[in-house]
C-alpha cells in the first residue's frame, strides 16, 4: 500500500496546525489562533504518502481537499487514447483537490514525487466552517483565484513563449515558490523527471535537454542531474520577459 494514515488525536492535530511550518501559506493565513483551532478540528488525521503512489485518482468522488504539509506531487489527466498530460506540480503549503469541486468528482490523479505527509480537510464541513468564518472564506476565495490564475499563465506559456523561454519561465516559478517557503530561490532539487517537466510544458524531452544546454550555455544556470543552480536570476527573468529570445534548433 502506498498510503498511509496516521491517526492523531485532535488536541495534536490543533497544536500541529498552530505550529505548522506552512501555516501561512495555507488555508488558515491571516486565522487567529482560535479560528485555525477550529479549522483544524476538521482535519482528523494526517496522511503519508509513499513516493510513486496516488492520492486519489480521477473518476473519485469528493470527500476532502488535501493540505501538503511537506512532500511534491504531480497532477496528470489521461487522454482517451491513455496518454498521460502533467497539468501541475504542487508543493508544501498548497492545496489538492480543488479540480473536484465542481463536480464533486476528481478530474485528475494525484501522485506523490516524494514521500509526503497531507493533511485531509472534509470538504462539507469547511463549507460550513467558511460561512461562519468570513476570513477563511476569503482564504478559499483567494485559493479558487490562484487556479485560475495559474491556468491563465499556463496559456500564456504555451501559446508566446518558445522552448528556451518555456522552461526558464518553469525555473522561474520553482524559485518564487521556494523564496516564499524560506528557501533559497538560487538552488534546489527537481523533484520531477525531465520527462515529466516536457509534459508539463509541452515539450518533447529532447527539447527540454536542449533547453538545459542553452541556459548552460548563456551562464544563466547550472544543472546537474536534478540540483539546479540559478547563476543570473535577472536574465533568466529577461530571457521569459523576451528581452534576449533564441531561436529554436
Not at 13 to 34: A, F, M
Not at 79 to 91: C, L, V
Not at 197 to 220: D, K, P
Request: charged share 25%.
Amino acid at each position: 500500500m502506498g498510503i498511509l494514515t496516521s491517526p492523531i488525536p485532535i488536541q495534536a492535530i490543533k497544536t500541529l496546525c498552530t505550529n505548522c511550518g506552512v501555516r501561512d501559506l495555507c488555508l488558515s493565513i491571516g486565522l487567529s489562533n482560535e479560528d485555525v483551532e477550529r479549522l483544524a478540528s476538521i482535519v482528523t488525521q494526517r496522511v503519508k504518502i509513499r513516493k510513486g503512489a496516488p492520492l486519489y485518482h480521477a473518476g473519485e468522488p469528493l470527500r476532502s481537499l488535501y493540505a501538503i504539509r511537506y512532500g511534491f506531487f504531480k497532477t496528470t489527466i489521461t487522454s482517451e487514447d491513455g496518454r498521460e498530460q502533467i497539468t501541475g506540480f504542487q508543493m508544501a503549503g498548497e492545496i489538492l483537490g480543488i479540480d473536484a469541486i465542481s463536480e464533486n468528482r476528481h478530474a485528475c490523479n494525484a501522485l506523490a514525487l516524494e514521500d509526503s505527509e497531507v493533511c485531509p480537510i472534509h470538504f462539507p464541513q469547511l463549507e460550513r466552517l467558511s460561512h461562519e468564518l468570513p476570513s477563511l472564506q476569503s482564504n478559499f476565495n483567494k485559493l479558487l483565484s490562484r487556479e485560475i490564475v495559474r491556468d491563465h499563465e499556463m496559456l500564456l506559456l504555451m501559446g508566446n513563449l518558445n522552448a528556451d523561454e518555456r522552461f526558464a519561465a518553469f525555473l522561474l516559478n520553482l524559485s518564487h515558490r521556494m523564496l516564499s517557503r524560506g528557501y533559497s530561490p538560487h538552488a534546489f532539487v527537481l523533484r520531477m523527471s525531465r520527462e515529466d517537466i516536457g509534459s508539463y510544458l509541452g515539450l518533447r524531452l529532447e527539447t527540454i535537454c536542449r533547453a538545459i544546454a542553452r541556459l548552460r550555455e548563456m551562464n544563466i544556470v547550472r544543472i546537474s542531474g536534478r540540483a539546479v543552480e540559478i547563476l543570473n536570476l535577472d536574465a533568466l527573468r529577461g530571457l521569459v520577459a523576451g528581452c534576449n529570445r533564441h531561436r529554436q534548433s
